[in-house]
C-alpha cells in the first residue's frame, strides 16, 4: 500500500504561482510514476503531468507545458507541481497518484494509488 498526501492548494489570482506537494509514504519502493491529476466540477478527471521513479522522465498536458513543472524529492519520498501563470481555467481539484506498473501515464484508471485531492482557485 502506498498513502499519498496533497497539500498546497489554494485561491489566487491569475498570473500567481502555486507549489502543490504530494508526500508519499509506504511501500514507495513499488511505484513506477507518480502522476499529477485535475478535476474541475462537472468534468472527467484530466491528467496534467507525471514523473517516472526510475528515470524521471517527466510528461506535460499541453493545456500546462512551459507553465508547469514536476519534479521529485525522493530522499523526502514527496512530488512537487510547481504552477506558474495560473489561468482561470486552472481552477479544479488536484490529486497526485502512484502507479505501480509500467504503461502510459496519461489514464487515471492505471492508477492504484489516490490522495485526497487539493484544490485549486484561480481567479481573474
Known amino acids: 500500500q502506498v498513502q499519498l498526501v496533497e497539500s498546497g492548494g489554494g485561491l489566487v489570482q491569475a498570473g500567481e504561482s502555486l507549489r502543490l506537494s504530494c508526500a508519499a509514504s509506504?511501500?514507495?519502493?513499488?511505484?513506477?510514476?507518480m502522476g499529477w491529476f485535475r478535476q474541475a466540477p462537472g468534468k472527467e478527471h484530466e491528467f496534467v503531468s507525471a514523473?517516472?521513479?526510475?528515470?524521471?522522465?517527466?510528461y506535460y498536458a499541453d493545456s500546462v507545458k512551459g507553465r508547469f513543472t514536476i519534479s521529485t524529492d525522493n530522499a523526502k519520498n514527496t512530488v512537487y507541481l510547481q504552477m506558474n501563470s495560473l489561468k482561470p481555467e486552472d481552477t479544479a481539484v488536484y490529486y497526485c497518484?502512484?502507479?505501480?506498473?509500467?504503461?502510459?501515464?496519461?489514464?487515471?484508471?492505471?492508477?492504484?494509488?489516490w490522495g485526497q485531492g487539493t484544490q485549486v482557485t484561480v481567479s481573474s
Open positions: 497518484a502512484a502507479r505501480s506498473r509500467i504503461g502510459t501515464l496519461y489514464i487515471p484508471s492505471g492508477y492504484d494509488y
Open positions: 509506504g511501500r514507495t519502493f513499488s511505484t513506477y510514476a
Open positions: 514523473v517516472t521513479r526510475s528515470f524521471g522522465t517527466t
